[in-house]
C-alpha cells in the first residue's frame, strides 16, 4: 500500500504536536465532514431514518398501540390527528395506520437500498478493477457487455424482469443490485487505468506481487475514497428505482408495505385522502435528499479540490 | 466526418444484437408457458390444437432453432402478434411512439431551456443567494421522486385548483389539431419528467462555467481588452456548453426510462405505459417489441450524441 503519513505517525516514536493529531485521509476527510454543517445534520437524520424504522415493533407496541396490519373500517380517511397518536399522519382506506405502516415502509425501503447497493458496489468495482487492470480483450469485453446493457433502458428492463418473475422482496434486491452497475464499473475502470501506471504499482509488480494482490492491496485502497462517495448517492439512487418499481406495482407487493407501494395505494384514493400521498413522497424524499447531500459532503471532506465546485 | 459517422453506425449493430439476446433469454426464461397462458380457461381444445398452436408460434422448435428464427425476425422488426390485441405487436407500439417522444422531447427542451441559465446565472453569481438558491435546487430536484412529485402536481392542479386535466393527450371530442388542449395536457407530465434533468443541468453547467473562466484563453480574452460580456459570451459559454451534449446520452436514457413512470402516472398512452400494460397480462410479443424499440431509440439517442459530441469537440474523433 502507499505509505501514508498516517503509517509514519504511527510507527515514528516522536509526536508531532499539532492541532490535529494525525493527518491522514480518513482523519483528515472527518475532521473536514466535522465542520460541514450541513452533511453532519444530513447524516443525523438518516440515522435517525434508520433508527426510527428499525425500531417500528416498539413503536407499535408501546407508543402507537396499533399493529401494522390492524383495520378499522369505522377509522377509515380519517385525517392527520393529535387525538388519536395511531392516526397521527392519517389512517388509509381499511383504517389501517399511516405512521406504523411508513415505519415498516422504512424498513424495507432502506434496506432493498443499502442491500442492492452493496451488491452492485461489489460487481462493479471488482469488474472496473478487473477490466482497467487486466485492460486488452478482458476490458474489450468487460466494456461491451456494459455499452449492451447500457442501452436497454434501466427500467423496461426491470420491469420484463419483474413483470415475468414477480419476485419478493430478496429477489427484488438481487434484481436491482444486477443492473445499474455499470456507472460504478465505468468509474472505477478508469481510476485504475490511471492507477496502474503509478510508481508504486510498478513497485509492488518488481517486488513479484500478483495481479489480484496489486488490484487489492494497491488500487482498491487508493480507489475506496470514491467508492464512499458513489455508494451514498447510489444507495439514494436505488431507493428512488424501487419506489418507482413498487408504485408501479411490480417491485415489493402488498402487503407488505414500502414507500413505494403505499404510494400506489394512496395515488387510487387522492380525492378522499390526499394527506396519504404525501407522507410517503416526503419520506423517500427526505431519505434520498439525506444520501445525496452525504454523497456531495463525502466528496468535498475526501477530495478537498473539488469543494465547492458542483 | 463520414467515416466516423459509419462506424458509429456498425457499432451499433452488435449492440442492438445482444439486446435481442437479453430479451430473448429473460422472456423464455420465464416460468409460465405462452400457450398455456394463451388458452387460459378454453375447456374444448384437444391436445391436437394446442400442439398445432405452438407449432403456429414456433414454440415446437429447439431453443438454438427458435433463437435462429427469433434473431432473424427482430431484424425485420417482427416480434409476432400481440395474444391481447391479436395485431403486430411492433406496429401496436409504434402507434404510441410519437406520444412518448412529444414527452420526451418537450422535456429535453425544458431541461435546456430552463436548467442551463440556472446554471450559467450560478456560476456567475459565485457565493450569492442566487448561486446558493440553485445548488440547493440542483440537490432537491434529483432527490425528488418524479412520480410522487407527478402526484402532487396532480393534486394541486387538477383536484385543488382545477387548471389542468390529469389524464391523457387530448380531451375526449376536442379536435385532434387543438394545440392548446394538446399543451395543457402537456405540460405537467413534461414537467415532472424534466424535473430531475434540469437540476442536473444546472449542476453540470455551474461546475463547467466556472471550470472555463479560470482558463488561461480567458484571461488573455480579457487582457487583449475585450468587453466582459463578450468574453463571456463568445468564448466562455462555447466551451461551458460541451457537458450539454456530453451529458445528453444519459439524459436521454433517464428520459426514456422515467417516461415508463410518468407516463402511467399522467396515464399518457405512450410506448412506456402501453410496454407495462402488456407487462402485467404477459403478452410476451408486446413486452418484447417494446423493450427492442427502447433500446432502439436508446442507441439511436446515443450515435445523434457521438456525433453531436465530435461535431462541438472535434477532438474526439482522432480517437
Known amino acids: ?310 | 466526418m463520414r467515416t466516423y459517422v459509419i462506424r458509429r453506425l456498425l457499432y451499433a449493430i452488435p449492440t442492438l444484437v445482444a439486446i435481442a439476446t437479453i430479451t430473448f433469454l429473460i422472456t423464455r426464461l420465464a416460468p409460465g408457458d405462452p400457450i398455456r397462458l394463451f388458452t387460459f380457461g378454453a375447456t374444448d381444445l384437444t391436445r391436437e390444437d394446442i400442439e398445432a398452436l405452438r407449432a403456429a408460434h414456433g414454440l415446437d422448435k429447439s431453443l438454438p432453432e427458435q433463437f435462429a428464427l427469433y434473431i432473424v425476425n427482430a431484424a425485420q422488426l417482427k416480434f409476432g402478434n400481440s395474444i391481447l390485441y391479436h395485431k403486430d405487436a411492433m406496429s401496436l407500439v409504434l402507434e404510441r411512439l410519437p406520444n412518448t417522444l412529444t414527452l420526451a422531447v418537450t422535456a429535453l427542451v425544458l431541461q435546456l431551456v430552463i436548467g442551463v441559465p440556472l446554471g450559467v446565472l450560478a456560476a456567475v453569481n459565485r457565493g450569492k443567494w442566487i448561486d446558493n438558491a440553485v445548488r440547493f435546487f440542483g440537490v432537491i430536484g434529483h432527490a425528488v421522486p418524479a412520480f410522487w412529485f407527478g402526484l402532487m402536481l396532480i393534486i394541486i392542479f387538477s383536484v385543488t385548483l382545477r387548471w389542468l386535466p390529469s389524464q391523457g393527450v387530448l380531451t375526449v371530442g376536442k379536435d385532434v389539431w387543438d394545440i392548446g388542449d394538446r399543451l395543457k395536457h402537456l405540460i405537467m407530465p413534461a414537467f415532472v419528467l424534466a424535473l430531475a434533468g434540469i437540476a442536473n443541468y444546472s449542476r453540470y453547467l455551474r461546475t463547467e462555467t466556472l471550470d472555463v473562466i479560470r482558463q488561461d484563453y480567458i484571461r488573455t480574452a480579457e487582457a487583449k481588452g475585450l468587453a466582459s460580456k463578450t468574453v463571456f459570451m463568445v468564448h466562455a459559454l462555447r466551451n461551458a456548453l460541451i457537458p450539454v451534449v456530453t451529458a445528453l446520452g444519459g439524459v436521454l436514457a433517464f428520459l426514456i426510462s422515467g417516461a415508463l413512470v410518468i407516463e402511467q402516472v399522467f396515464t399518457w398512452p405512450g410506448v412506456g405505459q402501453f410496454t407495462y400494460a402488456a407487462a402485467r397480462q404477459k403478452d410476451y410479443p408486446v413486452i418484447t417489441a417494446g423493450v427492442m424499440l427502447g433500446g432502439m431509440l436508446l442507441v439511436l439517442s446515443y450515435l445523434i450524441r457521438d456525433i453531436a459530441y465530435a461535431v462541438v469537440d472535434p477532438r474526439i474523433k482522432v480517437k
Open chain 1, 1 to 310: 500500500m502507499a505509505t501514508t503519513t498516517a503509517d509514519i505517525a504511527a510507527v515514528s516514536p516522536v509526536s508531532v504536536p499539532s492541532r490535529r493529531a494525525s493527518a491522514g485521509l480518513w482523519s483528515d476527510a472527518w475532521y473536514r465532514l466535522k465542520k460541514d454543517r450541513l452533511t453532519m445534520a444530513s447524516i443525523a437524520v438518516l440515522v435517525l431514518l434508520i433508527l426510527l424504522s428499525a425500531a417500528a415493533p416498539l413503536f407499535e407496541e408501546h407508543v402507537f398501540k396499533f399493529k401494522f396490519a390492524q383495520q378499522d373500517l369505522l377509522g377509515a380517511y380519517a385525517k392527520p390527528q393529535l387525538e388519536k397518536p395511531e392516526y397521527l399522519l392519517g389512517s388509509d382506506e381499511i383504517g389501517r395506520s399511516q405512521v406504523v405502516r411508513l415505519l415498516y415502509g422504512g424498513q424495507i425501503s432502506l434496506l432493498v437500498g443499502f442491500l442492492a447497493a452493496f451488491i452492485q458496489l461489489t460487481i462493479g468495482v471488482s469488474l472496473g478493477l478487473i477490466a482497467g487492470y487486466k485492460r486488452g480483450l478482458v476490458d474489450d469485453a468487460i466494456t461491451f457487455f456494459i455499452t449492451v446493457l447500457n442501452s436497454i433502458p434501466t427500467l423496461f428492463l426491470l420491469l420484463i424482469i419483474t413483470a415475468l418473475f414477480s419476485p419478493g422482496p430478496l429477489t427484488l434486491i438481487v434484481i436491482l443490485g444486477l443492473i445499474g452497475w455499470t456507472g460504478i464499473t465505468l468509474f472505477v475502470r478508469g481510476q485504475t487505468f490511471a492507477l496502474r501506471e503509478r510508481e508504486f504499482v510498478t513497485a509492488a509488480r518488481t517486488v513479484g506481487a500478483s495481479g489480484s494482490r496489486i488490484m487489492l492491496k494497491h488500487i482498491l485502497p487508493n480507489v475506496l475514497p470514491f467508492i464512499f462517495i458513489l455508494a451514498a448517492i447510489d444507495v439514494g439512487g436505488i431507493i428512488l428505482v424501487e419506489s418507482a418499481l413498487s408504485y408501479l406495482g411490480i417491485g415489493i407487493l402488498p402487503p407488505t408495505p414500502s414507500w413505494g407501494n403505499m404510494l400506489s395505494n394512496a395515488a387510487g384514493y387522492f380525492n378522499l385522502a390526499w394527506w396519504l400521498v404525501v407522507s410517503p413522497g416526503v419520506m423517500i424524499f427526505l431519505t434520498v435528499l439525506c444520501l445525496y447531500l452525504i454523497g456531495d459532503g463525502l466528496r468535498d471532506a475526501l477530495d478537498p479540490r473539488l469543494r465547492g465546485a458542483s
